[in-house]
């Protein structure tokens, strides 16, 4: 592979840029990284995966959201990176192991089409509940339908953790205009030390959900796979739904399972969109 070869591919709409660490001349910093995922200054993107050494586990993956903040976890992001390592051979099998920031996660190859990974499994390791694990600042030992004031509005949140941390409200009604409005007062509130991604989810039965999302370090985005576990999580543990959820995003719908210790479970699709290399004129300012 070419220096600065990339490969950018979505899962439901939700695209990651792929880089390999071992073949890369610039340095991975905020500045660069918002630079590549700004759309009219660089290829534009939701986030920027690297793959780096692991000595826990087949893969080891670095996640990185499009304001140059480093992510714990990411479900499309897995899904994508799964795909990289499944098609262009580092994977040699269709079951392997990937460290995260956020834990490592089992992940299985379950369709491919015309030799290329398509359909992927990703156990993405279990739901935590607890505050101070998530974190959010409160009183209980899990924050579970309690009211948040944010400007005009009461909201009752719902907090998980997916190695990444989600708050998630049930809506009657979803509107992206209200999403788009409050999601960074959510996201950038003090109740949540390292920030928080924000769902607004309607149970529309016991196996179906429909969710907007708006992203830690990344606004609104048209899927989430980190996201859709942690909507499942709650939607199982209020009793909304049973334990296969059908998460329905403005992108495409995820199938989550959710288990007895809390592992979920997410399946998906991705879809390479190009592959290329980084001009050297994009990264003139970077290269060290
Ligand atoms: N913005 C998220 C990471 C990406 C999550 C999302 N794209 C997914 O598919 O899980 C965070 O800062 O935790």
Redesign the pocket.
Known sequence: METNFFVKSH?LG?E?IVFDSENINFSLTSKSIQRICNVNFGIGS??LLLKVPSNNADFGLQ?Y?PDG?E????????RIFCKFLYDYRFATSKVFTVETKGGLVNVEIVEEKNGKARVIKIDMGKAEFTSRLIPVLHSQEECIDEPLEIADKIYQINCVS?G??HCVIVKEHLDITEIKKYGPLLENNPKFPN?I?VQFARPINREEVEVL?W????GF?L???????AVAAVMVKRGFTGKNVTIKMPGGELKIEVDEQWHIRMTGEVRQIAEGVLSPELLEDFIH
Not at 71 to 78: F, I, P, Q
């Open positions: 899962g939700n990651y939701d986030g996640i959201n903040s992510a714990e976890k990411s479900g499309n992001g897995l997916m990444n941390p920030r991604n999302i992203e830690r370090g990344a985005t899927a989430s796979g980190s996201s859709s576990c």
